[in-house]
């Protein structure tokens, strides 16, 4: 074990930034990047055009107090603590505060860093609102509030109650909104006094719940996490070894499940059934739904491309969904249980088919209904019909995509 | 009577270079409880990897059901159950679901399903877990699973891996009170621990192995007889054949 905590906090991180670099020339390979590069040249054209003709009544205070807030409330922190450090590194619990010196100072550097940018993305916009601070006067008031929810975040995590946590949680993320929106309309030393009184207030909340000396759960915990998100994102792009993952209940459509007919043949559908549900593909797929469905709804309702922008957004979200429920097909390929079961082998490739493809179209057609509803009702019925029957049919081609994947992993 | 498990001359390992195990030959019978002993090391984990057919034999076969895994797979599989040492859970299922599952694996039917499942909830006190995650139980209830899947199974041959570990005193007793019932009615059980007054008290034939090989089987009394001490206990007895051979290395 390294003597020194820093050093060795410093060492993990390095590990684990040469463990990710495959992962991210495969990224870098994928395309993905220049679809960034794309999306971002459009949104910043379309924000452009947005500043030059911004509407009179638009909450720009309102909007930019509740994007910086919530920028300054988030406060992650990179640990690589794992749980076995519970043997190793309790001991020299007293000694922790030089290991985590090195995660707090990065962590501050990175969320400081983001929050900055989106102040200059938003600053010409604050211009506009007749706001008693200068922009570049703002920048040191912003830094000392990330400071302090950094501060308040630790002090959270080592709260021994989930409740009182979430509690102070709420508290800080209230307070900062108001503390941020004080800056952006009152003069600058009013707002300051009033920020001042917001963290003493929370830092005498703070003191009444029970503590632990230091959260070795909680940074476990979201140690995990963190791994668990990167390698999800890396997933998408590369062949990486699932770690474990908490598993979510979601009984709304775990249900299904239970009117999967009770026969050996239909073992493994039970199986991809749940995982796919209870897993993160499953939450990956109720995401792009809510998310796909606001997009072509709001692109649809924009009218723009002659009222086809909707039904271009439920395509691709429609595509991306398909994709993501084909990963299932990824799941328990090395589990153990294929050795001891006698799990019927010959169906395991069309069950993985079958729920992939079930829960495409139960993504398909929320997507086609959010952007084709609306058209429809506005009168646009070729794009109404295109959004819909374009989501549809994307369902049986991504299937037989997925069995000629399947069929040629299995022949190599 | 036919055996149900026949192990001919196996020698294997994960190195041909280096075979773990030299030649093992042994049988289990229908009905029959069997305990598998041995130091750490000694070869009892690969000698069950090789029945489970995790592992390819160098040499040697290995017949489960009167059938290798190579001549038929799945009748081989459907021939036993297996409660490994740690337990392997799908963390995304609960409790519940794992029973169907293994009920849809080994082709039982819904009813019977249904009634050997709450009967093991109730013996193994999980009522209350059912429909709790793999991932959010203790070890040994993790380990009650996967008990509870073998017997849900009920196949001709359990072959069990240190099944005592982490296991609360009921559901120990509950596990041997229910493989005794299991054998009465036919089933054979090949059972490796070092809790070797719980392996005397309850099984028929027991094989010694060290540093791979099957130094000693038998019954208490042939293995009593073996070792000219009358009336010892088996574990007077496996430290009679195992402390000799220690002393010989000098250690």
Redesign the interface.
């Known amino acids: 074990m390294e003597p020194d905590l820093e050093m060795l906090r410093r060492r993990r991180a390095e590990a684990w930034r040469k463990a990710v670099a495959p992962y991210v020339r495969d990224l870098a390979r994928s395309g993905f990047p220049t679809f960034v590069v794309l999306a971002a040249l459009a949104a910043l054209s379309g924000y452009t055009a947005f500043l030059e003709t911004v509407p009179p009544d638009f909450p720009i205070t309102a909007v930019g107090a509740v994007v910086m807030a919530l920028l300054l409330v988030r406060s992650p922190l990179r640990t690589h603590l794992r749980p076995a450090d519970a043997v190793f590194l309790m001991p020299r619990e007293h000694e922790m505060e030089r290991y985590m010196k090195s995660a707090r100072r990065g962590g501050y550097i990175s969320g400081s860093a983001l929050m900055l940018a989106a102040w200059l993305i938003y600053a010409p916009l604050y211009g506009q609102s007749g706001a008693p601070t200068g922009t570049a006067a703002l920048v040191p008031a912003l830094l000392v509030l990330k400071a302090l929810n950094d501060a308040g975040a630790w002090r959270e995590r080592r709260m021994a109650r989930s409740a009182a946590r979430r509690l102070c949680r709420l508290l800080r993320a209230a307070l900062t909104l108001a503390a941020v929106y004080a800056l952006f309309t009152e003069p600058l030393p009013a707002a300051l006094g009033f920020a001042a009184a917001a963290a003493a207030l929370y830092a005498a909340v703070c003191r009444l719940p029970a503590r632990h000396r230091f959260p070795w759960q909680r940074l476990f915990d979201e140690e995990a996490r963190t791994r668990r998100r990167y390698e999800r994102f890396f997933r998408s792009f590369t062949d990486l070894p699932a770690e474990?993952?908490?598993?979510a209940?979601r009984p709304y459509a775990a249900w299904v499940?239970g009117l999967i007919r009770?026969?050996?043949e239909?073992?493994y559908l039970?199986?991809y059934t749940?995982?796919l549900i209870?897993?993160d593909i499953g939450g990956m797929l109720i995401r792009l739904i809510a998310v796909g469905a606001l997009a072509g709804a709001a692109a649809e309702a924009s009218g723009a491309l002659a009222g086809w922008a909707g039904a271009i957004a439920a395509w691709l979200f429609a595509l991306a969904a398909g994709m993501q429920a084909g990963t299932v097909r990824h799941a328990?390929r090395h589990?153990?249980?294929r050795?001891?079961?006698?799990?019927?082998e010959a169906g395991r490739q069309r069950a993985a088919v079958r729920v992939a493809a079930a829960a495409h179209f139960a993504c398909a057609v929320p997507l086609g209904l959010a952007a084709g509803l609306p058209a429809a009702l506005a009168g646009r019925y070729a794009p109404a019909a295109a959004a819909m029957a374009g989501c549809l049919v994307l369902v049986p081609a991504m299937a037989r995509r997925l069995r000629r994947h399947m069929d040629r992993e299995a022949a190599e | 009577m036919e055996p149900l498990v026949e192990v001919e001359e196996l020698s294997g390992g994960y190195s041909p270079r280096r075979p773990v195990l030299h030649g093992l030959s042994f049988s289990v019978a229908p009905g029959e409880m069997v305990g598998l002993l041995g130091l750490n090391g000694a070869g009892k984990s690969t000698t069950i990897r090789h029945l489970?057919?995790?592992m390819k034999p160098f040499a040697g076969s290995v017949r489960i059901g009167g059938v290798t895994l190579e001549e038929d797979a799945?009748r081989y599989?459907?021939s036993f159950a297996?409660v490994?040492e740690t337990p392997?859970l799908?963390?995304?299922?609960t409790v519940q679901?794992h029973l169907?599952?293994?009920?849809?694996?080994?082709?039982i039917?819904?009813s019977t399903?249904a009634g050997r499942a709450e009967r093991l909830l109730g013996e193994f006190r999980m009522t209350d877990k059912r429909s709790a995650?793999a991932?959010h139980l203790s070890k040994g209830m993790r380990q009650k699973v996967m008990i509870m899947n073998a017997l849900l199974a009920a196949p001709p041959l359990y072959v069990i891996d240190e099944p005592f570990l982490g296991l609360d005193p009921l559901a120990v007793r509950s596990l041997l009170e229910r493989l005794n019932e299991e054998k009465r009615s036919g089933s054979a059980i090949l059972m490796s621990s070092h809790i070797l007054s719980t392996l005397e008290a309850y099984c028929d034939r027991y094989l010694l192995l060290h540093d791979g090989r099957l130094i000693v089987s038998g019954t208490l009394e042939a293995l009593r007889e073996s070792a000219g001490m009358p009336g010892a206990t088996l574990e007077q007895l496996f430290f009679r054949f195992i402390v000799p051979e220690r002393d010989a290395y000098g250690t």
Not at chain 1, 339 to 344: E, G, K, Q, V
Not at chain 2, 90 to 93: A, G, I, M, P, R
């Open positions: 474990d993952e908490t598993p209940r499940a009770h026969s050996r239909n073992t039970m199986l749940l995982t209870r897993t328990h589990a153990v249980w050795h001891l079961y006698p799990l019927p | 489970l057919g995790l799945e599989r459907r297996y490994p392997l799908f963390d995304e299922l679901e169907r599952l293994t009920a849809m694996a080994y082709g039917d819904e399903y995650f991932a």
